[in-house]
């Protein structure tokens, strides 16, 4: 039996687990992070303090966890152009985790009242596709919490069918670095101990997967990109908005986009404001790769261009909460944040279009190997993109 190494479980992790160990691979995910309960989410938010602030989380499931269940595809034409074709990956995708927008009902009035003055000011808002059980969803406001009723899809469900099918986990365990011999993975070193493997993926996210390939001789963590968003909001006494399923609808323009949203800092900045009376708009960008990972920092700043996409989108935003009837007087903004961290170990940089790295059977499959910036919610693509090495990896080691 192929034995391997997964590093990491968040999205691109528990993908190549699953497809590998169902494939009959020896599977063993090394996880730094802890078994959760999804409601507990919460308490494994990682954050690095930067110009931008960047948000992640550390368990089984990765950040995955915490996502707002929005699900789109991403720089499809991009990966198209170097010769990735992911077509029947999403269309895998879409069938197992249903991806589609939740039906009406399931609208908060918040949103309607966005969506309805977006449209009178010539936008034009779409439902956002979610991966969100509607039978399952009580709207709570509460999904980058991690989600109390299990109704919105993380990885851990492709965990547990990677279990299922003979998978060994592993967690509490940060993989520190590779073991190579003659330009061939070995294994990984989880500090003093050494674990040996046929293959190793790394799947450690965008910040901790530059580190272990420096750590072991691979230059990365230039390019680093985040989707930086701030939310702008305001006072409209009981809208209730911050109870809604947010995110729930999704509106393009150029290289921003915006979505109905709250933030627990707008509370905090709005002075005698209540939960109940706020209600909000991410304006998220597609930044400039301007970011950089080393050992001990995380450096992302705004660029001339980012700042300019802010704040057209925060005017944008300004605009429709005003026609929506939010009091002016009180609009705010959040500093800027990045939930999207990727780009760091680059396809055409420190991958190759196999996401295999110059060191022969060590891979990367996480959104580290995003060679642009996607803008937009990058889950399913990673997804996609994680699927399509995995039968990569089985097409070559079974033959
Ligand atoms: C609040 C929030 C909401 C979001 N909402 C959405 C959304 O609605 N839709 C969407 O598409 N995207 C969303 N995202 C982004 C999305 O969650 C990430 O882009 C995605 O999970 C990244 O996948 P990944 O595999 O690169 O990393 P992760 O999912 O972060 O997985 C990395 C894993 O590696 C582990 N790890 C780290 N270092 C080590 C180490 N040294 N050894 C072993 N394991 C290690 C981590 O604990 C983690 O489990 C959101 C992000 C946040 C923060």
């Known amino acids: 039996m192929v034995k391997v190494i997964v590093v990491g479980s968040g999205a691109g992790g528990g993908t190549v687990a699953r497809e590998l160990s169902r494939a009959n691979f020896e599977v063993t995910i090394i996880e730094r992070g802890p078994f959760i309960k999804t409601k507990d989410a919460l308490k494994c938010y990682e954050t690095f303090n930067s110009d931008v602030e960047i948000m992640g989380t550390v368990c089984l499931g990765g950040t995955t966890m915490v996502t707002m269940g929005n699900a789109v595809r991403t720089c499809v034409d991009e990966f198209k152009n170097l010769g990735i074709f992911l077509d029947d990956e999403f269309r895998e995708i879409d069938e197992e985790l249903e991806v589609q927008p939740l039906p009406l009902s399931l609208q908060g009035n918040g949103t309607r009242m966005i969506v309805e003055s977006a449209q009178k000011l010539g936008f034009k808002p779409v439902p956002m596709p979610k991966i969100i059980d509607p ?216 991958v190759d279009n196999n996401l295999e790295t110059r060191i022969s059977n060590l891979y990367v499959a996480d959104a580290s190997v995003f060679p642009v910036v996607p803008g937009a919610p990058p889950v399913l693509t990673i997804i996609a993109l994680a699927k399509r090495l995995s039968k990569h990896i089985i097409t070559k080691y079974k033959s």
């Not at 911050?242 to 949203?261: G, K």
């Not at 800092?265 to 597609?286: F, P, S, Y």
């Open 135 to 350: 039978r399952l969803c009580k709207p709570c406001g509460e999904c980058a919490f991690g989600c109390s009723r299990d109704a919105k899809w993380t990885t851990a469900q492709y965990l547990d069918e990677a279990v299922t099918a003979g998978a060994q986990i592993m967690d509490n365990t940060p993989v520190t670095e590779i073991i190579s011999e003659e330009g061939r993975v070995i294994g990984v070193k989880c500090g003093e101990k050494e674990y040996y493997a046929d293959l190793v993926i790394l799947c450690a996210g965008a910040i901790s997967t530059p580190r272990i390939l420096n750590r072991s001789g691979i230059k990365a963590g230039e390019n680093l990109f985040v989707d930086t968003f701030i939310t702008i909001g305001g006072k409209l006494e009981g809208i209730s908005f911050s109870q809604e399923v947010l995110m729930n609808a999704l509106i393009e323009v150029e290289d921003i986009i915006l979505s109905p949203h709250y933030s627990t800092i707008l509370l905090n900045k709005i002075e005698g404001a209540k939960k109940e009376d706020i209600l909000g708009i991410m304006v998220k960008i597609k930044d400039e790769p301007s970011g950089r990972v080393t050992e001990d920092s995380v450096i992302k700043y705004n660029t001339q261009k980012d700042v300019e996409l802010l704040s057209r989108g925060s005017a944008i935003a300004g605009a429709i909460l005003t026609e929506v009837g939010v009091d002016t007087s009180t609009l705010v903004s959040t500093h800027p944040r990045g939930a999207h961290p990727g780009g760091t170990a680059a396809i055409g940089k420190v």
